[in-house]
């Protein structure tokens, strides 16, 4: 079954400070691999994506994320972070038979210190 | 503002109660996902109707139900509710049925569910 694991809950750095947040995921073939934001009492917002072809992949708001099959890793970077930046993050799978449905892991709570 | 919305936005009820949850989607998108988030479980997918047909199901209690109407706005329907329910609902919605290859998802704001 696919799924997700962000293992960490919380982290917290400095205000423009780099950022790199954790994501490794489970899944037999080729990966659909996302990154998504959620803004306190708001939705999620997708931050970038990736299908295949070049494994660094930009995204909104200065962002970006690398895909490492052999580490089945696709982790989350930002060189300079803002204290808006703080939320909490998602990494997510496209998944189900028909690539219908996106299974999302367990979200990092990021912190920004001034 | 995603284009999608909720309500209701918050709903506080008790044990044993019924609750429906509505969704109405962006225009033009035919996918609408349910979403529950609770802080010991994330964000557990639930049910994807697309174009008012059933697609996906993930981890949805046989309490729970959903359906899409042919105006494509969806209801999500809690019944015999238990303390554990308390959760945070989202919606979401896509113009195809593969977003999971797609990955653009578009949330409401969600329905805070507090079940005393």
């Known amino acids: 079954a696919q799924s997700v694991t962000q293992p960490d809950i919380h982290i917290t750095v400095s205000e423009g400070a780099s950022l790199e947040l954790r994501c490794n995921y489970s899944y037999g073939a080729t990966p659909y691999l996302f990154w998504y934001v959620q803004s306190p009492g708001q939705g999620l917002q997708l931050l970038l994506k990736?299908?295949?072809?070049?494994?660094l992949v930009q995204g909104i708001k200065g962002f970006e994320a690398e895909f490492k099959r052999s580490q089945s890793s696709f982790n989350l970077r930002k060189p300079s972070v803002h204290w808006s930046d703080a939320a909490e993050y998602f990494c997510?799978?496209?998944?189900?038979?028909?690539?219908?449905?996106?299974?999302f892991g367990s979200g990092t709570r990021l912190s920004i210190r001034p | 503002d995603s284009g999608v919305t909720q309500t209701p936005k918050h709903l506080i009820t008790a044990t044993g109660q019924r609750v429906t949850l509505r969704c109405s989607p962006r225009s033009g998108d035919l996918s609408v996902y349910w979403y529950q988030q609770s802080l010991d479980q994330g964000l557990q997918f639930l049910i994807q109707y697309y174009n008012g047909e059933e697609r996906a199901k993930g981890n949805i209690l046989e309490r729970f139900s959903a359906q899409q109407f042919p105006d494509l706005h969806s209801e999500l329907n809690l019944s015999s509710l238990e303390l554990g329910d308390s959760a945070l609902y989202f919606c979401?919605?896509?113009?195809?049925?593969?977003?999971?290859?797609?990955?653009?998802?578009?949330f409401g704001e969600g329905s805070r569910l507090t079940v005393l």
């Open positions: 990736y299908f295949s072809g070049d494994t």
């Open positions: 979401a919605t896509a113009a195809g049925s593969r977003t999971g290859r797609t990955g653009e998802l578009f």
């Open positions: 997510a799978v496209g998944a189900g038979s028909s690539a219908s449905k996106i299974i």
